[in-house]
């Protein structure tokens, strides 16, 4: 059974990072590709990062470009999402996901986690 949790969620001031991990269990997490969402209340979920499964290559959202970076330690099977400069619209529920295949993916994604809410106040 595939598992993936979230931490590092909370509640910050503008201009301030968090770093959100996620740890899979249940798969062959060097095999699957992973990847970061974000949901903010009345919004449609929106890509923010993603990462082969090697690390070689990443992909990150327009809205975060040059503030977040997605990074995953295979021997740990977690990957991890540094936010810095972070904005009050930065605000959300973050979603970890993974999907099989060993390039980046940035839809199609098979397993989600339950998330954790980020909360930027201004």
């Known amino acids: 059974q595939v598992q993936l949790a979230e931490s590092g969620g909370g509640l910050v001031q503008a201009g301030g990072s968090l770093r959100l991990a996620c740890a899979a269990s249940?798969?062959?997490?060097?095999?699957?590709?992973m990847g970061w969402f974000r949901q903010a209340p009345g919004k449609e979920r929106e890509f923010v990062a993603a990462?082969?499964?090697?690390?070689?290559?990443?992909s990150v959202g327009d809205s975060v470009e040059g503030r977040f970076t997605i990074s995953r330690d295979n021997a740990k099977n977690t990957v991890y999402l540094q936010m810095n400069s972070l904005k009050p619209e930065d605000t959300a529920v973050y979603y970890c996901?993974?999907?099989?295949?060993?390039?980046?993916?940035?839809?199609?994604?098979?397993?989600w986690g339950q998330g954790t809410q980020v909360t930027v106040s201004s």
């Open positions: 996901a993974a999907r099989r295949g060993f390039v980046v993916f940035t839809t199609g994604y098979d397993y």
């Open positions: 249940g798969l062959i997490f060097n095999s699957y590709g």
């Open positions: 990462i082969s499964w090697s690390g070689g290559r990443t």
